[in-house]
């Protein structure tokens, strides 16, 4: 067995050099590199360096997205079934054992799902790859995160074709054109997101596409209800829905397909912070951004300036903390907000970066007249913005360089103060 | 004058083969060489021929810009190679030593009386000058320039540097006749550094502000203290030297000689017995490495620490500012799944399935492999948990990269030199030449307004 995987290590070695300086050489060290942490040596400055790569930090990422993964599969099929028994007058109870986590649930969810990962992978990869062979770059790993948040931050029902289109779109015009990993303004899966409701609106909101099937059944006898929380809420209608709260946390609730339970966001950015991996500072300004906003709304309901004919009643006497548990908020902070490379670079600026968000989500929220959520636009939003955040950040820090400048008197050698010699003198 | 520095962002490299405290002296090495590459930015200009004849403590060339700045023979003896590379640039001279060693005897300095100019002479002229290092820029400092303050680090963070605590016991004498020499070209103090709990022979200098520093790594760069302690600012210029080369100018300034003896420290995993050896500058490594002995065939040998020395082969010569010699493995070699498996044996600032957190004071074996491939500016906020200065690292570097030199001066580009980003590339997540990055935008810098 070893001495197989050996001649293997150096079968793909003596392919590496064959491809050195070939068109195809980004394409094979993606594969190579993703079997074997190259043996490349340190030749510049220091000799030795930390265990971390991109590849892993990436990793850990996906680690923390795979629970939210496999429970989406439950949810979906659950609230399939639930929406069929509710529709035909027997509301169901959910019994965790006995009708949440079933095979059949399963199933349903994961025949459902996996085929937006593949493409979302599949035709992501596929155009990183073109891109990587055309510039002559290495295959970053930015995509690995993308690929995965993407299917989970849609409707279920989401066309397969039209996810592929929405997923050459992000990557081309969110990464690529700016000039790959790392470069990029916007987060990539939420410029995919973003595509799919301006372009599609009809399969990204409404009370229909949360659940599987109530699309098609529309119209029909066997029509099911496919709202959200949030939506009875823009409707004022907060009576028809009967979620409890536990529910909510727990994700048992609809949805786009991985964003309903903030019990495992939560678990998932625990992970991430406790591995250093996502900014604390991020997930915890957003949180109190998104609290802050929640009670302005209840303050301004409280004090009777919002009446119950409002149209907007309905989502401002929503529990200010309840917004954290229902619909995309609690998994857009963790995974979303946290991008490094669209957010705030600086660790003041994200403390800022990150309440805006929370701030703006929950205002978009309540205002949005079409659809009653706005996580994706606010961080949308403020990856607009984040380097205006960092500008100020850092011109204090130039600023406090400055004030010593002129604070202290700066001494220039034997041939007195004058102010031409405020140059270095150096050979 | 007594202060207590305590730095808290860093990390600490904890690696095996830490030297044992036992000095061995090297045996004498036939050839010496000057490496031209220690000497950054400098264009010699020689004034021995190959095959001339010199002794101890002769000049054999001077710089081109400064010509009263020599460099000195470290023994006596035929010139017999001037190694030249690209564009007939020089890259090492070599010198076969003599049996019988003749030396060079200069009239001792008579510190009590001499000026700042009698000072700055004797040192140009014994050869004692190129110790002097300047910020910014990282060059041997110009005669012509007076600093703001001269800074000195006798406590060592850096992965199995040499323990100068040990290295200087003894050297007192030596020690305070070379700060004696250095405050008189100077207005400003002579900061030095030491361990909050060493028994360093600084503690009993005078004429000295002595710093008690606490903390990991980089916590005992001179970097790192100037910025704590009196930072640079545009125009201004500070001069830092090591203890050990403190050590050879005191004895000059009182013996009159030049003897470039130092106790280096050898160290690595790959040295089977790592200890101190005395050698002279521009030793051969091979003449104590050896006397060590080496645990492979398939390591790297460094002039200096890991995270700022130099690659030399071994049949390479002692550096002019090193006192260590670091030997590690090689890892030239292909990791299956390197990069999704649990990582137990390599040291990692993160959790990402590291576990080097979980035994903070295990000693680790690292190798030269990069442990991932070169990439983009990803992830931010990693560099700042261990860079202590009030500078924004990641800008920095960027400005550095697209060479916008009025970023460069306002993000405090003056007050850094390329080992204060060691530790950031060490821990880079994209692999990117943090130290490259920033010599190449101190070079542009240099030439643009310098």
Partial sequence: MRDKRLTFKKRLHILKHHYRGKKMAPAFNAFHTFLFTPNDTTHSGGHVRAADDLKRTMNTVIMALIPILVFSFFNTGYQHYAAIDAASGVPRTLDLMGNFFTWENFWLGFTLVIPLVIVSYGVGLLVEFIFAVIKGHEVEEGYLVTGMLVPLIVPVDTPLWMLAVAVVFGVVIGKEVFGGTGMNILNPALTIRAFLFFAYPTWMSGDKVWVHGAVDRAGTADAISGETILGYLAQNNASEYSYSTSDMFFGFIPGSVGETSAFLCLLGGIFLIYSKIASWRIMVSAVIGALVMGLIFNGVVDAGIIGETSKFYGLMSFDFWKHLIVGGLAFGIVYMATDPVTGSQTNRGKWIYGFLIGFISVMIRVFNPAYPEGVFLAILLMNVFAPTIDHYVIRGNVKRRMKRLNNASVFTGPGEGKEEELKVETA | ?450
């Fill in chain 2, 1 to 450: 004058m007594s202060e207590n520095l305590r730095i808290k962002k860093g990390l600490d490299i904890k690696l095996v083969g830490a030297a044992e405290h036992t000095t061995s002296k090297a045996v004498t090495s036939n050839v010496y060489a000057i490496t031209l590459n220690d000497f950054y930015g400098l264009t010699p200009k020689l004034m021995v021929k190959e095959g001339e004849e010199v002794k101890a403590g002769e000049p054999i060339f001077y710089n081109k810009d400064v010509k009263e700045m020599v460099f000195v023979s470290p023994v006596s003896g035929e010139l017999i190679e001037v190694v030249r590379g690209a564009r007939r640039k020089i890259l090492t001279i070599k010198i076969l030593a003599d049996k019988e060693q003749q030396q060079i005897s200069h009239n001792p300095l008579d510190l009590d009386h001499a000026s700042d100019e009698e000072v700055r002479a004797f040192l140009l002229k014994t050869g004692c000058w190129p110790f002097i290092k300047q910020r910014p820029y990282d060059l041997i400092a110009n005669p012509g320039t007076t600093p703001k303050a001269i800074f000195i680090s006798a406590y060592v963070t850096a992965p199995l540097a040499a323990d100068m605590d040990y290295v200087l016991q003894g050297k007192e004498k030596e020690l305070q006749a070379a700060i004696k020499a250095l405050g008189k070209m100077t207005p400003g103090l002579i900061h030095v550094s030491i361990g909050k709990n060493s028994d360093s022979p600084f503690s009993k200098i005078e004429d000295i502000a002595l710093h008690k520093v606490s903390g990991p790594h980089p916590a005992g760069l001179v970097g790192t203290q100037i910025n704590k302690i009196d930072p640079i600012n545009k125009g201004e210029l500070v001069w830092t030297l090591s203890p050990q080369d403190l050590v050879i100018i005191g004895e000059c300034i009182l013996s009159g000689k030049f003897n470039p003896e130092r106790t280096v420290a050898l160290v690595g995993s790959s040295v089977r017995k790592p200890q101190y050896y005395t050698a002279k500058i521009g030793a051969e490594i091979s003449t104590f490495l050896y006397a060590s002995g080496v645990n492979e065939d398939n390591f790297r040998l460094i002039n200096g620490d890991v995270l700022t020395g130099s690659k030399v082969k071994p049949d390479g010569y002692l550096g002019f500012y090193n006192t260590t010699v670091t030997a590690i493995p090689e890892g030239d070699d292909y990791e299956f799944f390197g990069w999704n498996k649990p990582v137990f044996n390599k040291i990692s600032s993160t959790r990402a399935l590291t576990f080097s957190w979980l035994q903070p004071n295990k000693k680790y074996k690292l190798d030269t492999n990069t442990n991932g491939e070169h990439r983009a500016f990803v992830v931010t906020g990693q560099y700042e948990k261990v860079f202590p200065l009030d500078i924004y690292p990641l800008q920095l570097l960027k400005a550095c990269m697209v060479q916008d030199l009025d970023e460069m001066e306002q993000l405090g580009l003056y007050e850094v030199i390329p080992e204060d980003f060691s530790l950031t590339e060490f821990v880079c997540i994209s692999k990117q030449p943090h130290q490259k990055i920033i010599r190449d935008g101190l070079d542009l810098l240099h030439k643009e307004i310098g």
